[in-house]
T-cell receptor, first 115, second 110 residues
Framework: NAGVMQNPRHLVRRRGQEARLRCSPM?????VYWYRQLPEEGLKFMVY????????ESGMPKERFSAEFPKEGPSILRIQQVVRGDSAAYFC?????????????FGPGTRLTVT | ELKVEQNPLFLSMQEGKNYTIYCNYS?????LYWYRQDPGKSLESLFV?????AVKQEGRLMASLDTKARLSTLHITAAVHDLSATYFC??????????FGEGTQLTVNP
């Protein structure tokens, strides 16, 4: 059973470009979470999605950031018009169910560098 | 807003010694997780603690949860160099999001 997959692992973008980060959850998992880790900090929740639904996006910046988890294919975190402050590691996690007792399994992360 | 605080944030210890990392959180939860992260790597799940008084052990690491005190501890016994990493606690709340502590950067010196 393959784990959570993310790609690309490393992404370099110039200021103003768009970044697209992909996450394929573990087989059988229908819940996806995105977290951001700035250098030397802990992970901060961004968004929680189920297939075709955004359940909680309270951690997402109001502008330039969006996320989706279509019926077919991976979940995508999209950052438009990137700025240097967007440089961070973005981790995706998945779980089979939500709520009490569920464990989130983390992917390897995408390290975004904005030049 | 839930706050999760770890201490210490930096810990340098000698091989063979014991030490405890503390994780305090500010609101009710009975779901706490410990993760390990090596530099440039993802998070590895260490322990899942789901009830008051829960204690779990794996090798030289032991984690416990006191939901009344809103406190979890990660105890390291007879540290070895391979344990050098950053350790995060994370608290689960309604809606499934995890709130992470700042992390404890552990260095075990020979």
């Amino acid at each position: 059973n393959a784990g959570v997959m993310q790609n690309p692992r490393h992404l370099v973008r110039r200021r103003g470009q768009e970044a697209r980060l992909r996450c394929s959850p573990m087989k059988g998992h229908s819940h996806v979470y995105w977290y951001r880790q700035l250098p030397e900090e802990g992970l901060k929740f961004m968004v929680y999605l189920q297939k075709e639904n955004i359940i909680d996006e309270s951690g997402m910046p109001k502008e330039r950031f969006s996320a989706e988890f279509p019926k077919e294919g991976p979940s995508i975190l999209r950052i438009q018009q990137v700025v240097r402050g967007d440089s961070a590691a973005y981790f995706c996690a998945s779980s089979p169910i939500a709520g009490q007792g569920n464990e989130q399994y983390f992917g390897p992360g995408t390290r975004l560098t904005v030049t | 807003e839930l706050k999760v605080e770890q201490n210490p944030l930096f810990l340098s210890m000698q091989e063979g010694k014991n030490y405890t990392i503390y994780c305090n959180y500010s609101t009710t939860s009975d779901r706490l997780y410990w993760y390990r992260q090596d530099p440039g790597k993802s998070l590895e799940s260490l322990f899942v603690l789901l009830s008051n008084g829960a204690v779990k052990q794996e090798g030289r690491l032991m984690a416990s949860l006191d939901t009344k005190a809103r406190l979890s501890t990660l105890h390291i016994t007879a540290a070895v160099h391979d344990l050098s990493a950053t350790y995060f606690c994370a608290v689960g709340t309604s809606g499934s999001r995890l709130t992470f502590g700042e992390g404890t950067q552990l260095t075990v010196n020979p």
